[in-house]
């Protein structure tokens, strides 16, 4: 994996010592160009997305494993299936 200091390098050389072929319509170009880049490094680095809509960027989920009864994880399995992403029911939180 690269490391932040070889993305920044990279996007610096992109910025500042790139040429391309004169004419060249397939480029952005000057900011558009750097904007663009950044929004893609920014994006390659921030991993899975969170399962908590109110996370803040970089928080992650957290993961529990458990074992469980079997009619427990059929139930468990249902509710899942039954309540939308990102609106299940959070421990402490009245539904």
Do not use: C, F, I
């Not at 490391?3 to 990279?10: C, L, N, P, Q, W």
């Not at 969170?50 to 529990?64: C, E, F, N, Q």
Request: proline share 8%; no cysteine; aromatic share 4%.
């Amino acid at each position: 994996m690269n490391s932040d200091k070889e993305y920044y390098a990279a996007a610096d050389w992109a910025e500042k010592e790139m040429t391309l072929k004169p004419g060249s319509t397939a480029a952005l170009h000057g900011s558009a160009a750097a904007d663009l880049g950044r929004r893609v490094v920014e994006r390659s680095t921030e991993g899975r997305p969170t399962l908590d809509p109110s996370a803040y960027p970089g928080k992650h989920s957290r993961v529990r494993q458990v074992r469980l009864p079997t009619d427990l994880a059929g139930s468990l399995d249902t509710l899942a299936r039954a309540e939308p992403a990102g609106q299940r029911p959070h421990a402490g939180r009245p539904r």
